[in-house]
DNA sequence: CAGTGGTCTAGACCACCAG
DNA sequence: TGGTGGTCTAGACCACTGA
């Protein structure tokens, strides 16, 4: 009989359960500390394990957890701020070669569909974490020498030089949610389907496309950085 | 007996799922069409409904479709490319007012945990869309002379007005993923809990910030754009 | 080994939308 | 009203971790 308000358009569970989830940890818990396990957590709450799962999906998109399998459920410490287009990026190659384009790197880069470009792909270091990686699509037709007998590894260092010694005089970023497909997993050391921050740059020369690359970056643990903040770079535990 | 690969780590289900899918929707079904609905989706694969959504949840979450309860699980349009920090951008004040640092916010404008600041929120417009949101705070040092009687619409166009007075020198901006809360979810006309690239920017004068806007963008539909991209904006159907 | 999170199932009911 | 996606349950088993 009578409650005051018009029976609340009644959120989900999940969402309730975030909301408490989120200022429990926020003032009971500090990054590093392990919450109590799923069962316990469900049980505790009053709702099945599937649900809790629910709520601590969001909590982890957001950042704030952490799951390891056979461990446990640990507050995560702050996002690393990871500066984009800055002197001294910590980079690694880890390969290269010459694959067929594309379409969309093809439309870029002004190429037909299929044709060859070079590539060369690294990954991205801050803080002493795997943050990110990187492919970098550079047309042939720009960086012509390279001896087909180098290693792969050589190759790439052969065309980062060359792309390097390019005059870039413009660049045109976008960033995106992605997910990782299998081989930007591999190289993120996570498993398949973790959600990344795509950020897609597309270097100019003249006015014309030279070259592009697509960066994906762990969307759980990197902050992306423009300008010249992002250096609270944080240690995690 | 005697398969030649060491048995294989055993994808999921549901990531096998997605990858089917994945080449389904590209080679089978243009934006705007309908895929068939769960049931049936996941009788016919052979897996349970949760694990068929487990899929489609992945797929929303690369923007590669859209769910639409009552209606069905529609193929996406492609992003719209948002140009941040362009001049023409489209925004409709919705709120303003005066409230109290969070830590966040005061610690960038470098003042205490609960100072007074004005704010203004506004939702971003593009292609006839709303795409994100934004809310801006200024010290009222810098805004001094507000007079308070006046509407809260009002009184956020005054703030955003001696805003732009002021000389800006410098942007720091930051993307990162998070979940739209209440408030933002309402503006965004979703419900909450959905994906957003969350972008932070601080201005700067004279090397101090007198100002930072925290703003949302629809992760499923938005793709940010630096640098003078992002023109093919694209209706949705 | 015991304990953790990860996956998967089968089924139920609800909220929303179109005709 | 019938069909859609959204939520929730209870339970099972697997994969990984550490002691």
Known sequence: MGTTTIDAPAEPKYWQLRTVLVRTIEDEFHPGEIL????????????????LRQALDQLELEGRLVRRR?????????????????????????????VKATTAVADALGLEAGAPVHTVQRVRMTAGHIVGTETLFVPPALVPHIPGFLKETSRARAVLKQFQALEIDGEQRSVELGV????????????????????????????????????TYRADTCRLTFGDSGVEVREAS
Chains 1, 2 share one sequence.
């Open 36 to 51: 109590p396990n799923e069962r316990e957590l469900s049980a505790r709450f009053g709702v099945a394990r599937a649900t």
């Open 180 to 215: 990782a497909e299998e081989e930007q997993a591999r190289l993120l050391e996570r498993p398949p389907g973790i959600p990344v921050l795509v950020l897609t740059t597309r270097y100019q020369a003249e006015g014309v496309t030279v070259a592009v690359a697509v960066s």
């Open 70 to 98: 056979g461990i446990g459920t640990l507050i995560a410490a702050p996002r690393i701020g990871v500066p984009v287009a800055e002197p001294g990026e910590s980079w690694r190659i880890v390969d290269g070669g010459t």
